[in-house]
Structure formats: structure tokens, C-alpha cells
T-cell receptor, first 109, second 112 residues
Framework: RKEVEQDPGPFNVPEGATVAFNCTYSNSASQSFFWYRQDCRKEPKLLMSVYSSGNEDGRFTAQLNRASQYISLLIRDSKLSDSATYLCVVMDSSYKLIFGSGTRLLVRP | EPEVTQTPSHQVTQMGQEVILRCVPISNHLYFYWYRQILGQKVEFLVSFYNNEISEKSEIFDDQFSVERPDGSNFTLKIRSTKLEDSAMYFC??????????FGPGTRLTVT
């Protein structure tokens, strides 16, 4: 089983749509969880940390279910500029980040 | 979050040559990391560095790789004898008081 697993997509949605990405991780001892976004040939940029209580930042909502080892990201009212690859990232007990392969999002006009 | 700079942005080298990739992090950050991303693949951890020592390294980080902070500011990744499969984007990252890691713009290494 992959350490961090994501649906590669692409998700092709119209502007204004709501889109949800899911991710599962295999190591129950994982410490911290993040969503990063990556534009083509650019560095990963931290979108948000994910907390057990769930957290929201504007149009973005992240959820964590430790029992199911499942992380989600919801994007509401999607914009053209949201088009990117969304990386689910897990931090292990030695503070290194383990990346999923990413989910590609295309937002069309 | 303050930026991390990396130089060069693109390095082309011949197989067997040594390369040094540089990262200039914010001076008050304590934790530094190198990651790489082969084209079309996921980002992979290479090494973490804390208090001028390696704290963790992956199985990718073999004897061909080394890291240093020679002057207390620049943070370097050296590959002693490059192979074709070392072609990738190399990202430096840093973190401070929180667990959040912030990435530099990367160096694209092309080995011919």
C-alpha cells in the first residue's frame, strides 16, 4: 500500500463549482497533515495544515479522520486560478514530509 | 512566510561531474530539508538538517550526496558524481517554530 494515496484526476470543473479531494495514508503514527498546491514546474506551496477538528480558510476546508486515516480538501466557488495540482502531505515521526502523487484540478471558464 | 532562495535555477552537467546546489534560508530558521522531484513523479524527501548536523536521511541519500552549511547561512547539497537518474528538481525547504515547511523555488538539474 502506498504511504499517501490520492486520485490523480484530472478533475475538470466549471468556475464556481465545488470540488472535493480525498487522500488516505497508511502510517497511523503520522503526526501532522497538510495540503500543498503545486503549479507546473514550480515548488509546492503550503495551502493549509489539517487539524483533527477540521479547519477552514476562506473557500478552502480541510478535514482529518484519524480513525479512517483519511484527509479531505473541499474547494468552494472555484476560480480559474485554482487550477493546479493539489498535494496531500503527511509528516512522519521524524518530521519528514511524505507526499502523495497529487490530484490535478482544471477549472474552466 | 519569508522566501528561501535557491541557486542556480537550472544546472546542466555531464554524467560523472560534481554539482553543488545552494539554498539561502532565513537565518533564524533551524530546520532545513532537501527534497527532489523527478519529472512526472512525486516529491521525495532526501535529508533533514538541524543544528549543523544531519538529523534524518532517506535511502536515496547515499554516499554520493552530502549537505553542509559552510558559512552559517548558505545551505548546500553536493552530488559528487552525477548519474542520469539524478536529473530532477531539487527543492530546499525550511521550518521554524511550527511543523510547517516552506519550499524554495527549486533548482532544475539536468544530467546529460
Amino acid at each position: 500500500r502506498k504511504e499517501v494515496e490520492q486520485d490523480p484526476g484530472p478533475f475538470n470543473v466549471p468556475e464556481g463549482a465545488t470540488v472535493a479531494f480525498n487522500c488516505t495514508y497508511s502510517n497511523s503514527a503520522s503526526q501532522s497533515f497538510f495540503w500543498y498546491r503545486q503549479d507546473c514546474r514550480k515548488e509546492p506551496k503550503l495551502l493549509m495544515s489539517v487539524y483533527s477538528s477540521g479547519n477552514e480558510d476562506g473557500r478552502f476546508t480541510a478535514q482529518l479522520n484519524r480513525a479512517s486515516q483519511y484527509i479531505s480538501l473541499l474547494i468552494r466557488d472555484s476560480k480559474l486560478s485554482d487550477s493546479a495540482t493539489y498535494l496531500c502531505v503527511v509528516m512522519d515521526s521524524s518530521y519528514k514530509l511524505i507526499f502523495g502523487s497529487g490530484t490535478r484540478l482544471l477549472v474552466r471558464p | 512566510e519569508p522566501e528561501v532562495t535557491q541557486t542556480p535555477s537550472h544546472q546542466v552537467t555531464q554524467m560523472g561531474q560534481e554539482v553543488i546546489l545552494r539554498c539561502v534560508p532565513i537565518s533564524n530558521h533551524l530546520y532545513f530539508y532537501w527534497y527532489r522531484q523527478i519529472l512526472g513523479q512525486k516529491v521525495e524527501f532526501l535529508v533533514s538538517f538541524y543544528n549543523n548536523e544531519i538529523s534524518e536521511k532517506s535511502e536515496i541519500f547515499d554516499d554520493q550526496f552530502s549537505v553542509e552549511r559552510p558559512d552559517g547561512s548558505n545551505f548546500t547539497l553536493k552530488i559528487r558524481s552525477t548519474k542520469l537518474e539524478d536529473s530532477a528538481m531539487y527543492f530546499c525547504a525550511h521550518s521554524g517554530d511550527t511543523y510547517e515547511q516552506y519550499f524554495g523555488p527549486g533548482t532544475r538539474l539536468t544530467v546529460t
